[in-house]
Each structure stands twice: as C-alpha cells, then as structure tokens.
C-alpha cells in the first residue's frame, strides 16, 4: 500500500477544516506536521492561511501574480560563477534580478556547492578523482614498505 503525501492544496483544505474548529495555526501546524511529517509546511504559513479565513478568504485555488517571476537561463549563473565564483546567493539573485531560492534551485540543478567561499562543482573532475586516488594510496604505501623493510631479519 502507497502512502498517501499531501499537496498544497490539500494541507489548505485542511487548514480551513482546523479554522473551523476554532484551533489556533500554531495547533494546526503541529497537526499536520505530526500528521504528514510535511517539512514544507511552516508554522507562518499556517499563520498567514489562517489570516485570510479570518478576513473571509476561504479560496484555495492558486491565484494568478500580478508579475511572472523571471525565468533566466542557467548560461546566465554560470557566466556569473565564472567572472566570480565568490558571489553569495543574494548577490547573484540581484544580479539576475531573481529570488534567492530560485537561484539556490538552480545552483543544486546544476551540481554546485559552496566550498571555501567559492561555488564548486560537486563532481570531482577526473584529475581531481585521481590525485584524491594518489594521496589517498600514499599511506598504504608507506604501510606496506615500513612492514616490509623491518621483517626482513627472517
């Protein structure tokens, strides 16, 4: 049997069902978080749903924005990460005039991660793999020469 994960617009159904019941959005938060374990879903969240039942919006389908969030290419970030590689995620969201979080979805797309101040590729490189090789053998070698050179009074 699948377990059942909720969508979006199902924790707001159920939210309207626990506003209705007079519980606070904090009670609704742990609810549906004990409930689901639905890490998504935060306590402000709830705070802000519960805020639009109060002024009588009970509308759970998904309202259009006023503006539609930029799309930008992932040869835009990566031009970016190139000219600089230090840039924080803020700076680069200004820069291509997202939000952090798309920004932050991006850099995990495309297998970035941020080492020593810089964004990285996750990956090693082939070189990378095999100097990570070569150190990682120097100390068997070492091992193996240090027991075979003191055994040798047999």
Same mark, same amino acid.
């Given at each position: 049997? #699948? $377990?059942? @994960?909720?969508?979006?617009?199902? /924790?707001? @159904? ?9 519980? #606070?959005? *904090? ?6 978080? =004990? ?6 879903? #935060? ?12 002024? =009588?919006?009970? &509308? *759970?389908?998904? %309202?259009? +924005? ?7 290419? &992932? !040869?835009?970030?990566?031009?970016? /990460?190139?000219?600089?590689? +230090?840039?924080?995620? $803020? @700076?680069?969201? /200004?820069? /291509?005039?997202?939000?952090?979080? !798309?920004? +932050?979805?991006?850099?995990? #797309? ?6 020593? =101040? ?10 990378? *793999? ?13 091992? %193996?020469?240090?027991?075979?050179? +003191?055994?040798?009074?047999?």
């Amino acid at each position: 049997m #699948s $377990k059942f @994960e909720p969508n979006k617009r199902h /924790l707001q @159904e159920l939210l309207i069902y626990i506003f209705n019941f007079k519980k #606070s959005a *904090v009670e609704a938060h742990r609810l549906l978080v =004990g409930t689901y374990n639905e890490a998504d879903l #935060s306590e402000r969240t709830c705070r802000e749903w519960f805020q639009k039942f109060e002024n =009588g919006d009970f &509308d *759970v389908e998904d %309202k259009d +924005s006023s503006g539609r969030p930029k799309i930008y290419e &992932d !040869a835009e970030l990566e031009e970016l /990460l190139k000219k600089d590689s +230090s840039q924080t995620q $803020k @700076e680069l969201a /200004l820069t /291509l005039e997202v939000t952090q979080q !798309a920004v +932050s979805h991006r850099l995990k #797309s495309l297998g970035m991660i941020h080492k020593q =101040g810089n964004w990285v590729p996750y990956e090693l490189k082939p070189r990378g *793999v095999e100097r990570r090789l070569c150190i990682n053998e120097m100390p068997l070698a070492r091992h %193996k020469k240090k027991f075979f050179t +003191s055994n040798r009074h047999w």
